[in-house]
């Protein structure tokens, strides 16, 4: 998810780039083209940098998905769809008891039969593979805010440390209690966390999180 929060239409250097996960990442590689007049990031959770063994079991090996997309009778769509929403509050949440059937539910459409989870996994292994490889964090001047999450069971806190390490005019915010998607387990202390930073950048001023 990326969300793209502008001073107003006349102002297009008011531009903060804030994403989730993948968006985590896609907004600090969209933030290395001083073309876009970008004037601050926040990356939460972004993937490709240190993710965690799950991730790493799942995406970074070809045995699993070979054995997934040769089973000689397709998973039915039922079980699939029943496995996909006792995970994705798991994976994607601090606490799975909290998580709202209706996110759930937006979440789990996307693996409902064997088939389109096969290609949802062939696409993650893909774009993990090109994630190592994309990140020219050299070239990014904007305000940085990395945010790591201690709950998070898909990327590892180390990922936010090792971008923060390459990013000198970077910041850490690491919150314990925040799992993959935090927007989903507090979306007011998020928000809050947004709108500190997108003023101090519209600004000039160096955040403190």
């Given at each position: 998810?990326?969300?793209h929060e ?8 008011d531009?903060?780039?804030v ?15 001083p073309g876009?007049?970008?004037?601050g990031?926040v990356s939460i ?8 063994w799950?991730?790493r079991?799942v995406a970074?090996s070809t045995?699993?998905?070979r054995?997934w997309?040769a089973?000689?009778?397709g998973?039915?769509g039922?079980?699939?769809r029943?496995v996909?929403a ?8 601090a606490?799975a008891?909290s998580a709202?059937a ?6 789990t459409e ?7 989870t096969?290609?949802a996994?062939?696409e ?5 593979t090109?994630?190592?490889?994309a990140?020219?964090?050299d070239r ?5 805010l990395v945010v790591?999450?201690g709950?998070d069971r898909?990327v590892?806190a180390a ?7 390459r990013v000198?005019h970077?910041?850490?915010?690491f919150?314990p209690?925040?799992g993959h ?6 979306p007011v202390a ?6 500190s930073?997108?003023t101090h950048a519209h ?7």
């Open positions: 998810m990326v969300d502008t001073g107003s239409p006349d102002a297009p250097g531009l903060v780039l994403g989730n996960s993948l968006g985590g990442t896609l907004s600090l590689r969209a933030a290395q083209d876009l007049g970008v004037t990031v959770a972004a993937p490709g940098f240190a993710d965690s799950l991730t079991a970074g045995l699993p998905l054995l997309s089973l000689p009778i998973v039915p039922p079980l699939v029943a996909a006792y995970l994705v509050p798991r994976l994607l949440y606490d008891g709202e209706r996110h759930v539910a937006r979440f996307l693996f409902h039969d064997h088939r389109s096969t290609d996994w062939k993650a292994c893909a774009l993990l090109e994630l190592t490889e990140a020219e964090l990014l001047s904007a305000p940085l790591a999450c709950k898909l590892s990922s936010a440390e090792r971008v923060r390490a000198p970077s910041r850490l915010l919150r209690d925040w998607c935090p927007q989903l387990d507090d998020v928000a809050d966390v947004l709108a930073f997108t600004r000039g001023l160096p955040h403190t999180a």
